[in-house]
């Protein structure tokens, strides 16, 4: 009993180990198996990982590739519409300036042919001018005309007495022809003699002494120049301009509204079906070949120009309120090729410019740089850039300087009128215009932004590969340190050992972030910032190699301060340099500070800018119409002699040295020989002119605005720079037209070596003209030796 007792005991205790052992083997398998799936999901989920910045990566490049692409296109599309509409707006505002003149001088020569009948004692229609011929071309040159004729009404009652007066007094004509036959720049026929007309005629058969209805009088053509005597292309005197029917519209059209009027185009075919249309047309051309530049083609479009005349001298501008007694009309022919030609620089080509008006066809032109060619009759502009148009009316743009109270600013006679056969000119791009923008760069960016993101995908299944086959290694010995570790250790054991492990470096990171955060604190009971720091640090400083220093100076400002107070002082200055420095925030212009009434700023300083020199220029000159406006609005304040106020520029380029110089009323200074020669360029202008360097030339040059340099007459002998070239600044910018000047650009060089001058901050200097010695000893102390 006892043996089968102890025999039952050991099965129970073998059943007992093999469970324990069965146990523990299938918790080692399901362990294994646990292991499995983690790696089987962590592969998946590098897998995906994978795929994903793969996606990302092509989307990526896709998307960078396109944007570069559209990017570049776009910058060539914005860089030619940035071309269009600069060139546009300068075809238009020149056109209109170009207009403005044209009125003008021939409003100036009226009122001389006024003034000489009036004091002369002469009534009209018996008004004959002396040296006719010599003022008219004077005329015609201001106002690009090529013909010009003075019309007399002649009263029915008069037509015996202007008959014989125009025979007794046409010693006028030899005296035309004499100054033709001997001038060198008269290209048309040359003739001697005339024959003396005996009547007002006309081309109709109208009877002798019989006017038209229209006022019931004659306007028989006196005073013609040029003089060509014959009546095939150009009558002597007494044509009957009434016989013209669409000059007799304008006429009448000038005397009810008191406006000068530009005809429809003259020679243009209105009805290509009607032989007497294209006689007419063609008399015409024959006319205009008779007086237009030889290699010009006399079918190209001309116009009719109609002044009135009016007998009145009582004020510079015509009050159009009053009845004035019209004794007349002037009238000259104007090629439009004239008014559009010369207006664009070399490069600028393929600007279409559409002339309509609503009494006659339409005709175009394209401007090749300077160069104007005639297309044809009718709106030729390509209809693909009809968004891209510039238009405006002809009597809007001669009045490019504005209006006030019914009066121009620079011309003071009759305005233009501006429903009669109103014109509209239209300025339009073109292909060739947006082709010279198109290059391959686009294509050339996006193949090179394409095979970076190639290579960096590459780099990317490079670094993939390796960092894969390490994390397998990795996972290999992981798994395999974890089949031995389990089987040494039961598995409460290896728990332990896992969690020792992890506050081991739980530890171990406590402390290193102890020992950094004590580093710190203990380096920062030496740090250099203590105490006088700011003295121990490097200083703020910088070398700028392309820069444009002003100085700009009050002239007059010192004897107008003599007598002002204080406070009054105070309230120009800050209202003058108040202006400056929205120009100067608007401009991107630094200013460094004002010496006195002197201004003084920089471009190309604390940024870089390619265009340092033109911003200057337009700056300088914003700022000196801005001083005559803000004089203008203080004058009643402070009195008239404000009104004298001028400001004196001096423009410099080179290389400074710029940055904060420490201490206990810190700033930004400019140190270097080119802020020496800024201060001797304006020591040297003149007041209301912006007076530059040759270096200040050679980057204006450099920025492509040489046309706005003027050489100087003189050299300059500026203190410790030696004698000088220099320039005259004088922008020419659409509506902003400072003063008109040409002159050869002269070479020279500055160096702008040289002493290092501080700009200090003083109290008030004179430095204006008067006392412009201020400004050089001003220079002078801030020497840095």
């Given at each position: 009993m006892m043996e089968q007792a102890i025999t039952k005991d050991s099965q129970d205790v073998d059943l007992a180990d093999a469970s324990d052992h069965s146990a523990s083997t299938i918790a080692d398998a399901d362990r294994k198996d646990e292991r499995d799936v983690i790696a089987q999901q962590e592969g998946r989920f590098v897998f995906v990982f994978r795929a994903l910045v793969v996606t990302v990566l092509v989307l990526s490049a896709i998307a960078v590739c396109l944007g570069?692409?559209?990017?570049?296109?776009?910058?060539?599309?914005?860089?030619?519409?940035t071309k269009f509409d600069s060139d546009a707006t300068k075809i238009l505002e020149t056109i209109g300036t170009s207009f403005e003149q044209t009125l003008g001088s021939t409003d100036a020569f009226i009122t001389q042919l006024v003034a000489y009948a009036r004091y002369s004692n002469s009534s009209w229609p018996y008004v004959t001018m002396p040296a006719f011929a010599i003022h008219a071309t004077k005329l015609l040159k201001l106002s690009k005309a090529f013909y010009f004729t003075v019309f007399p009404f002649v009263e029915p009652w008069q037509y015996d007495e202007w008959i014989a007066y125009?025979?007794?007094?046409?010693?006028?004509?030899?005296?035309?022809?004499?100054?033709?036959?001997?001038?060198?720049?008269?290209?048309g026929p040359k003739q001697t003699s005339f024959t003396p007309v005996h009547e007002i005629f006309a081309d109709h058969g109208r009877p002798k002494d019989k006017p038209y209805d229209y006022m019931n009088n004659f306007l028989p053509s006196w005073q013609v120049h040029p003089m060509v005597p014959n009546r095939e292309s150009g009558h002597p005197y007494n044509y009957d301009i009434w016989d013209v029917q669409a000059m007799a519209?304008?006429?009448?059209?000038?005397?009810?509204?008191?406006?000068?009027?530009?005809?429809?185009?003259?020679?243009?075919?209105?009805?290509?079906?009607?032989?007497?249309?294209?006689?007419?047309?063609?008399?015409?051309?024959?006319?205009?070949?008779?007086?237009?530049?030889?290699?010009?083609?006399?079918?190209?479009?001309?116009?009719?120009?109609?002044?009135p005349i009016y007998d009145s001298l009582e004020t510079v501008s015509l009050d159009l309120t009053k009845n004035h007694t019209f004794v007349g009309i002037s009238t000259f022919c104007i090629s439009w090729r004239e008014h559009i030609q010369n207006i664009l620089p070399e490069g600028s080509d393929g600007a279409i410019v559409v002339f309509?008006?609503?009494?006659?066809?339409?005709?175009?032109?394209?401007?090749?740089?300077?160069?104007?060619?005639?297309?044809?009759?009718?709106?030729?502009?390509?209809?693909?850039?009809?968004?891209?148009?510039?238009?405006?009316?002809?009597?809007?743009?001669?009045?490019?300087?504005?209006?006030?109270?019914?009066?121009?600013?620079?011309?003071?006679?009759?305005?233009?009128?501006?429903?009669?056969?109103?014109?509209?000119?239209?300025?339009?791009?073109?292909?060739?215009?947006?082709?010279?923008?198109?290059?391959?760069?686009p294509l050339l960016f996006t193949i090179a932004a394409a095979c970076i993101f190639l290579f960096t995908s590459i780099l990317f299944m490079v670094y993939d590969f390796w960092v894969n086959r390490r994390q397998r290694i990795v996972m290999q010995r992981a798994l395999a340190s974890g089949a031995i570790v389990s089987s040494l250790f039961p598995e409460n054991v290896r728990q332990q050992l896992y969690k020792e492990e992890e506050?081991?470096?739980?530890?171990?990171?406590?402390?290193?972030?102890?020992?950094?955060?004590?580093?710190?604190?203990?380096?920062?009971?030496?740090?250099?910032?203590?105490?006088?720091?700011?003295?121990?640090?490097?200083?703020i400083a910088d070398y700028f190699e392309n820069t444009t220093i002003l100085?700009?100076?009050?002239?007059?400002?010192?004897?107008?301060?003599?007598?002002?107070?204080?406070?009054?002082?105070?309230?120009?200055?800050?209202?003058?340099?108040?202006?400056?420095?929205?120009?100067?925030r608007r401009r991107k212009v630094f200013k460094v500070e004002t010496i006195g009434d002197c201004y003084v700023a920089v471009t190309g300083v604390p940024n870089p800018q390619k265009h340092h020199s033109s911003i200057m220029a337009k700056f300088a000159s914003e700022c000196m119409m801005e001083l005559q406006q803000v004089t203008h609005n203080l004058a009643d304040k402070l009195g008239e002699e404000t009104l004298k106020l001028s400001m004196r520029v001096g423009l410099h380029s080179g290389p400074v040295t710029a940055g904060v110089l420490r201490g206990e009323k810190g700033r930004f200074q400019l140190f270097g020989g080119t802020v020496n020669a800024a201060a001797r360029m304006e020591q040297n202008g003149s007041p209301g002119k912006i007076h530059g360097s040759q270096e200040y030339a050679d980057a204006l040059r450099t920025d492509g605005k040489g046309h706005w340099l003027v050489p100087r007459d003189d050299k300059i002998v500026a203190k410790g720079l030696g004698e000088l070239d220099t320039f005259w600044v004088v922008m020419i910018n659409g509506a902003d037209t400072m003063s008109h000047a040409t002159g050869m650009t002269h070479t020279n060089s500055m160096s702008s070596d040289g002493p290092a001058i501080a700009v200090p901050r003083h109290s008030i200097e004179e430095t204006n003209d008067e006392t412009s010695s201020n400004l050089e000893k001003h220079a002078e102390d801030s020497v840095d030796v």
């Open positions: 570069v692409y559209f990017y570049a296109t776009g910058n060539e599309k914005s860089a030619f519409e125009s025979n007794k007094t046409n010693g006028w004509i030899y005296e035309s022809l004499d100054i033709q036959a001997h001038d060198k720049s008269w290209w519209r304008g006429i009448l059209y000038a005397d009810m509204h008191k406006r000068v009027v530009v005809t429809p185009q003259v020679n243009a075919i209105y009805d290509s079906t009607s032989e007497q249309s294209i006689a007419a047309a063609e008399s015409n051309n024959r006319f205009a070949s008779n007086y237009i530049r030889p290699g010009l083609d006399p079918s190209e479009p001309f116009s009719v120009i109609i002044f309509e008006d609503q009494c006659g066809p339409a005709f175009t032109y394209r401007l090749d740089g300077p160069k104007a060619t005639f297309l044809g009759t009718g709106d030729l502009h390509d209809p693909a850039y009809d968004a891209m148009k510039y238009s405006a009316q002809l009597p809007d743009m001669a009045n490019v300087h504005g209006e006030t109270d019914g009066s121009y600013s620079t011309y003071t006679g009759l305005p233009l009128a501006e429903d009669f056969c109103p014109r509209t000119i239209s300025v339009y791009a073109s292909s060739d215009m947006e082709d010279v923008h198109k290059t391959a760069d506050q081991k470096k739980e530890s171990e990171k406590a402390v290193k972030d102890f020992l950094l955060s004590s580093n710190s604190i203990n380096k920062g009971d030496d740090s250099p910032l203590e105490g006088n720091g700011s003295l121990n640090s490097r200083p100085f700009g100076d009050l002239v007059g400002f010192t004897n107008w301060s003599a007598s002002r107070q204080p406070v009054e002082v105070f309230e120009l200055l800050e209202s003058i340099y108040g202006q400056f420095d929205k120009i100067a």
